[in-house]
């Protein structure tokens, strides 16, 4: 492939890249001499599950391994213990080296499902940055000015709201930068999030007298709720190994406005056969989209199920084949009755009392088919009932 239809490759939904001068330069050296780019991604290991707006990433990652790149993924396992600070209006819970161990397990086993093995390095941060001394750290840190660091919007904004910021905030970006000097790296992938942080990369790539790595800034992917960022924390996620019932549930359950971003950036059909598609009526769309996105996720026959166990579901007002089961003890009962909002902790769909009164109050939960109104009730569950928060979270609640 020459390097122009190349460009045009890597260029589909990138939201910016600094500079596509440096890129085409890139390209055309590693065509050239044989040598393949190394393409930097960074993941704090922040949550267990990756989700569909890490995708939007891990897809571009792919591209350049389609065309002979190699791809270092970054496990942040030591600048996890400061926290990214990016976007956030205050200063972020660093996370304990067990949390950060028990997170960084799960990562390869997800993103694996995206990326080629063959042409993926996995590296630890800690590597390098754990054994800097305090020395190193100061030399480090002479490289950047406060001025420069405070040009970041979500710094000057806490600053003007009276929001403290840690000195170890401000050395984040000086951390992540270095992890590309480390690798000499050629390329970094992140969010538009992500750019002061990766725009700091190359000032320090320049300063160690290294060749700046291009920036490749994705769009932020729109979480279910159609208005803020997709994060498991705010719940508007779908990720990667919620099975995949679950996955084509969420997927249908996002306005017609997400639908265009969404094609664009997580399947691969080609941009001049999405517009056609989203012309078409909008739920035989959304179902092309649920399909594409289950089948990227696990396999073409397990989004044909997913389907029609969805269509059995809201078409038919069925209930899944296999669902979880949950067992209460019969003690947590009185009269075969348990507190609505007890009963939803008890079986973890939900993770406070607060999330569970929320969802009841929205309508969004149901035993046996009946819509629970109000979160003060004791609900009667007998031996067993099927209990469903939303439109596609179902649990059997066994009572023993």
Not at 279 to 286: C, G, L, M, S, Y
Request: with cysteine.
């Amino acid at each position: 492939m020459d390097i122009e239809k190349q460009i045009e490759f890597l260029r589909r939904g990138v939201a910016e890249i600094v500079s596509e001068a440096e890129l085409r330069q890139k390209l055309l050296r590693a065509q050239t001499e044989g040598e393949p780019l190394r393409i930097k991604l960074g993941l704090d290991p922040t949550a267990p599950d990756i989700h569909l707006g890490i995708v939007v990433v891990l897809k571009k990652l792919r591209q350049f391994q389609d065309l002979g790149h190699l791809v270092y993924i970054v496990i942040g396992d030591f600048t996890a213990m400061i926290g990214d600070p990016s976007g956030k209006s205050e200063t972020r819970r660093p996370l304990s080296p067990p949390e950060i161990s028990e997170n960084a397990k799960t990562y390869a086993e997800q993103y694996n499902k995206f990326l080629d093995p063959e042409k993926t390095k996995v590296v630890f941060n800690s590597q390098w940055l754990g054994k800097m001394d305090f020395a190193e750290v100061i030399r480090l840190a002479s490289r950047q000015t406060i001025a420069r660091v405070l040009e970041r919007d979500d710094f000057s904004r806490r600053i003007k709201e009276g929001r403290p910021i840690g000195i170890h905030e401000i050395l984040y970006p000086l951390c992540q930068g270095y992890d590309s000097v480390v690798l000499k790296a050629d390329v970094e992938l992140g969010g538009t999030d992500q750019k002061f942080n990766i725009l700091t990369g190359r000032d320090l790539q320049r300063e160690f007298q290294q060749e700046p790595q291009v920036a490749f800034l994705m769009p932020i992917l729109a979480g279910l709720d159609g208005i803020q960022k997709m994060s498991k924390s705010l719940g508007n996620y779908v990720g990667v190994d919620e099975p995949p019932s679950q996955i084509y549930g969420k997927i249908m359950s996002i306005s017609d406005d997400l639908m265009p971003q969404y094609f664009e950036l997580l399947t691969d059909i080609p941009l001049s056969q999405i517009e056609p598609i989203l012309v078409d009526h909008p739920r035989e769309a959304k179902k092309k989209l649920a399909r594409e996105i289950v089948t990227m996720c696990y396999s073409q026959k397990m989004a044909l199920q997913a389907e029609e166990e969805f269509e059995n579901i809201f078409q038919k007002k069925g209930v899944p084949e296999n669902i979880p089961e949950i067992v209460i003890p019969h003690s947590k009962l009185k009269d075969g009755k348990i507190w609505i909002v007890n009963l939803l902790t008890h079986t973890r769909m939900v993770n406070s009392r607060s999330e569970a009164r929320r969802l009841i109050e929205q309508g969004g939960v149901s035993i046996n088919q009946h819509r629970i109104i109000g979160s003060d009730q004791d609900v009667f569950i007998g031996d067993q009932c099927i209990l469903r928060i939303g439109k596609t979270k179902f649990v059997r609640v066994i009572v023993q």
